[in-house]
């Protein structure tokens, strides 16, 4: 049984129905700056909140930049447009993760392509991502293809599921070796540690989501960090 099979099971009976995957508490000063955008009339994509939120992603990923966004699917469909990713074009991404990643791929004109799990990190496994560019990748004028479909493969993108880092330095090792672009989903992963570095610092870029339901929300929200200055203004 592949990996994520036997994953997904194992989380549908961790997870019954009707129980809240993460439920949002607010004890904080929520209250005081929501009257505060209100008062001020900054309720919008702009404003000192704003400018604040994006410094302190920067200092929790320690990233260079950050671009807040409405929501973590607008946030991956935006770095894969501005990658270049074109109609036709394919995504590596593994088979266990929330259906934002490979919506955001088909929303920028993309397929998404599943590659399967480690046990370990739940997290896409480096040795299957080799073996798939292995048999299936073909270099033609320094472009990497499929040679089964015929399309450009782009980029890979990581997944740290529920918090749990996946292996990035070894997924990026093996996207760089066939010439693409690693990137990582890390809309689970605010907060966590990978070795010592924040999970959002791996890949050229990583986005975050702030859905009510991830480690930190805004109700909804999303960023892209990276420290690409193609990307993002540094
Ligand atoms: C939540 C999530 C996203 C983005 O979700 P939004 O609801 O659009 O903010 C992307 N990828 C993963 C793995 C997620 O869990």
Request: hydrophobic share 45%.
């Given at each position: 049984m592949p990996a994520y099979e036997w994953l997904t099971e194992f989380l549908l009976s961790a997870f019954?129905?009707?129980?809240?995957?993460?439920?949002?508490?607010?004890?904080g000063n929520e209250w005081n700056y929501v009257k505060d955008c209100l008062d001020t009339g900054w309720v919008s994509s702009v404003g000192g909140y704003v400018d604040r939120f994006e410094e302190m992603l920067c200092d929790v990923?320690?990233?260079?930049?950050?671009?807040?966004?409405?929501?973590?699917?607008?946030?991956?469909?935006?770095?894969?447009?501005?990658?270049?990713?074109?109609?036709?074009?394919?995504?590596?991404?593994?088979?266990?993760?929330?259906?934002?990643?490979?919506?955001?791929?088909?929303?920028?004109?993309?397929?998404?392509?599943?590659?399967?799990?480690?046990?370990?990190?739940?997290?896409?496994?480096?040795?299957?991502?080799?073996?798939?560019?292995?048999?299936?990748g073909e270099q033609r004028d320094g472009v990497l293809m499929n040679r089964e479909t015929?399309?450009?493969?782009?980029?890979?993108?990581?997944?740290?599921?529920?918090?749990?880092?996946?292996?990035a330095p070894a997924l990026a090792k093996v996207a760089d070796d066939f010439g693409i672009t690693y990137l990582q989903d890390s809309a689970e992963s605010l907060g966590s540690l990978r070795g010592s570095k924040p999970a959002a610092a791996g890949g050229l870029a990583a986005i975050l989501s702030f859905n009510g339901?991830?480690?930190?929300?805004?109700?909804?929200?999303?960023?892209?960090?990276t420290d690409d200055e193609a990307l993002a203004p540094v």
């Open positions: 019954p129905d009707g129980a809240a995957l993460h439920e949002p508490t607010f004890s990923t320690g990233r260079e930049a950050a671009v807040a966004t409405v929501n973590g699917t607008a946030a991956m469909h935006l770095l894969l447009v501005a990658l270049g990713v074109r109609h036709g074009d394919e995504i590596i991404m593994p088979a266990l993760t929330f259906v934002a990643t490979a919506n955001a791929a088909v929303h920028a004109g993309a397929h998404p392509h599943f590659v399967d799990v480690e046990t370990t990190t739940l997290g896409l496994d480096p040795g299957a991502l080799e073996r798939r560019l292995h048999d299936i015929g399309a450009r493969i782009r980029a890979v993108v990581g997944v740290d599921v529920f918090g749990h880092p996946c292996d339901n991830k480690t930190v929300t805004t109700g909804g929200g999303g960023a892209v960090v």
